[in-house]
């Protein structure tokens, strides 16, 4: 029960919050929209009963990625946008694919609705931050260390491109 | 325990633990005058009761009735989201932090811990409460940079780049330092953490010797403090620069920067972002105290009532021990310049902070 409550109080939470993302003029109103999709989606994680990711998504996304997103406006001093008319394209295109998306996901939860088992947040420690670990460091070594090798070699390009300007 | 029992102390531990920490943080601010004040060979406030112990009662009228300025041309909304963002988060770190082991009332055994619970006969607490902390100080990192920005003025713009720009940096060293601890500890739950530093005493045979009648051989050789002083040190730097404090106070440089971030607020806004920076040193402090110093452990004597009290009280002097360390360096030490708090943080405390790890994971490696 107070699951479900929390779980819709969240739901809400977040969907407020990209809508706002999109509807805001001034880039840190957009940002900090974000953030609060990315806390609320951290609550939805602990309610699923993944801690360590709930965790590493409040100090990775809202708490680093983020603040770097600010920063960058802050520095930049970027104002409020100018909002045009928009394309006809957009338009046309736009509606269109939005109807057809929504109306495919509808569609699929609805005529499945029967084959849906429940959620059960099992008291075991199925995302305690040991059993990660065990998996990033058994079964998944490899694409883990490829990921950490990628994003070292698009650190070291962002270096050299800073470099090139100064 | 059913729902409304639970509720019940739940909430009666927020409004202590709040009602501590603010107190706490009102007599942090006399005790720095004071001491400051006689490292400068100057007596401190004394005109306001005995001593002066009821200047920060004075200080606290006033804060309430100055008038609340909001300048123009602020970006309102953010202006005032700030400093109630800075000081939420710097609260919310106390609600893991654990003050001692657990007392019995009315047949109910309560932690001391506002997010810690019993059940089955055994204590248990968040297991990710370290994280939890990490969080809430990366969001916090929020109300000093939106406080800079929303004032609209070059002076608050320019202390708050500085703060987040600091806090980004050493916010890496920060963590990386306490890895070490989670190696050896193999817990991210502080009270396991806690509970890790001291002998297990399966059965009262089977405790070391008491020396003196207390037995100091129970907890101390266990501290972590022995086998990651480095990262101690680590952690201690790093922290000093989160909180914003002398020696790596250049968001508030006053002879650049006016007052850095919060040059705009006044009255009770002002007061906030102010209990927010003590209630930062008091979350390193206890941090501090928790992973490095054996938490609430000391030695225990006296009358069973002494003896139920004596675990707050050690927490509480551990603290008080570092608090008293921040305001020793505020009065000892200059300020860095901004080059070498930048070189420090990224060229010197994170390699450390990484040879930490991977000497301390040899070492685990090696004993498993």
Redesign the interface.
């Given at each position: 029960m107070i699951h479900q409550v929390l779980f819709i109080f969240f739901g809400v939470i977040c969907v407020v919050g990209a809508i706002n993302l999109l509807a805001q003029r001034h880039p840190i109103n957009s940002a900090l929209s974000l953030v609060l999709v990315m806390s609320s989606l951290a609550m939805i994680y602990l309610l699923l009963g993944a801690e360590f990711v709930a965790a590493v998504q409040v100090i990775v996304y809202a708490g680093a990625i983020m603040v770097l997103f600010v920063f960058v406006i802050m520095l930049l001093n970027a104002g409020a946008e100018e909002r045009g008319p928009g394309g006809r394209v957009a338009l046309m295109l736009g509606i269109p694919a939005v109807i057809v998306l929504v109306g495919t996901i509808a569609w699929t939860l609805i005529s499945r609705s029967q084959q849906f088992g429940e959620v059960k947040i099992s008291p075991s420690d199925f995302g305690a931050t040991s059993n990660i670990a065990h998996l990033l460091f058994t079964d998944f070594l490899l694409p883990f260390e490829i990921t950490s090798v990628l994003i070292l070699i698009a650190i070291m390009g962002a270096v050299v491109l800073g470099k090139k300007e100064g | 325990m059913d729902l409304k029992t639970y509720i019940l102390v739940a909430v009666i531990k927020i409004a202590l633990v709040v009602f501590i920490m603010l107190t706490g943080v009102a007599y942090t601010t006399l005790l720095e005058r004071k001491v400051v004040a006689r490292i400068q060979n100057r007596w401190g406030p004394t005109r306001v009761g005995p001593f002066g112990l009821l200047q920060p009662l004075a200080d606290g009228v006033k804060f309430i009735l100055k008038e609340d300025l909001v300048p123009s041309n602020v970006?309102k909304g953010?202006y005032i989201l700030a400093p109630m963002l800075a000081l939420a988060m710097s609260l919310v770190s106390f609600a893991i932090i654990p003050f001692g082991e657990s007392i019995s009332i009315a047949g109910l055994t309560i932690p001391l811990q506002i997010t810690g619970i019993h059940q089955e006969g055994a204590l248990s607490d968040?297991?990710?409460g370290l994280?939890?902390i990490?969080?809430a100080?990366?969001?916090g990192?929020?109300g000093v940079?939106?406080a800079?920005?929303s004032s609209n003025s070059k002076y608050s713009?320019l202390g708050?780049?500085r703060a987040?720009?600091q806090m980004?940096s050493y916010?890496l060293a920060l963590g990386l330092s306490l890895v070490g601890i989670l190696l050896l500890a193999?817990t991210?739950s502080l009270r396991g953490i806690v509970d890790q530093q001291i002998t297990p005493c399966l059965s009262p045979g089977n405790c070391p010797q008491p020396w003196f009648g207390i037995s100091l051989f129970r907890f101390i050789p266990h501290w972590y403090i022995f086998p990651q002083i480095i990262a101690f040190f680590i952690y201690l730097m790093a922290a000093y620069a989160e909180t914003n404090r002398i020696p790596f106070d250049l968001p508030e440089a006053e002879t650049e920067l006016v007052a850095g971030y919060h040059t705009e607020y006044s009255a009770m806004k002002f007061a906030m972002f102010f209990m927010a920076e003590y209630l930062n040193m008091f979350t390193v402090g206890c941090l501090a105290t928790l992973l490095f110093f054996g938490g609430w452990h000391g030695p225990l004597f006296g009358p069973p009532l002494v003896q139920a009290l004596l675990p707050v009280f050690w927490f509480a002097l551990k603290v008080f021990f570092f608090i008293f360390l921040y305001i020793w360096i505020r009065g000892t030490l200059p300020r860095f310049r901004y080059d070498q708090l930048m070189a420090f943080g990224w060229k010197f405390l994170l390699p450390l902070a990484i040879a930490n790890i991977i000497v301390t994971s040899f070492i685990v490696a090696w004993r498993a």
């Open positions: - | 970006h953010l968040i297991n990710i994280l939890i990490l969080g100080t990366s969001i990192v929020y940079a939106l800079g920005w713009l708050s780049l987040s720009a980004i916010e193999g991210l």
